[in-house]
């Protein structure tokens, strides 16, 4: 087999679903996240896909309400990336979302791409909320945004945002913490990518941040551990963050997502030296056949 770099166009409608039915559309993310990385011949390539099925259920799951049509939509809910290093995910579903042409992830960290190797907005990129790429910055972004929301707009908006494990040995993330459970932030889904696994090492080896979720529970954050590769639990919690917004619980939600760097491609998964290099041609044909039988 050669290897096939050409994008399928399909556009990912967002809408209820079974769990089940989220599979072939994180497959399908997984296969841009290689495709697009071989063709960059840098990047990240582990945790885009280790957090493959929690992205696909977040956006094509009726969970955010967003417009590709009119991405600056009053109404619109945030997601805020705030491991911005893990972009190869985002850009691969905002194009499924229909927010750009599929084929401009292609172009991922070329001179002069919308696409870069983290994610900026001052390149104008339809879907994207805010610059980031610096650890610890996102999620204090995120707060904002919720404070404003609820606070002075008093609108019913939700905000999103993902951060690493490793990203939690940042200050700022804790300082984001206190301020979202002291501001009542319910309209704050904050969800951690816990893949055990960062630059270099494992997380609990170079500096643990655990046990999670007793640090979440202790700043008053309702607390939610899930598989972040099964469906099943991924929809139970941003359910629960449904409703605990909905019936306004005062507290943020915190949903410890356990994943494994590199799910989906098997030379990949759970191997910290898959942080942050791409595949090689090879490399990549392999995953991509490994992902085609998914
Ligand atoms: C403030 C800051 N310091 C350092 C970096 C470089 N850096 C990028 S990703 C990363 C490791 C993050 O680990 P984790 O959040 O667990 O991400 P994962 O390895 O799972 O992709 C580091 C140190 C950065 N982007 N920002």
Redesign the pocket.
Known sequence: MELNIEFSQEIFENKRRQAEDFRPLATEIRRDIIKSLVLAKSG?S??PL?IADVMAVLYFGAYMKYNPKNPKWEERDRFVLS????CPVLYSVLARAGYFPIDELKTLRKYGSRLQG?PGIDMNLPGLEVST????QGISIAVGMAMSDKLVDKNNRKVFCL??????Q?GSCWEAAMAAANFKLDNLCWIV?N?D???DGR?RDVMSIYPLDKKFEAFNFDVINIDAHNYNEIIAALDKFIDNHKNKINKPTAIIAKSF?GKGVSFMEDD?NW??IPPNPEQALKALEELSNT
């Open positions: 990240h582990g945790g280790g491991a911005g290093h893990l983290h790429g610096s650890l610890g951060t690493g494990d490793g990203e939690l940042e990518d893949n696994c960062q630059i997380v760097m910290y942080h942050g």
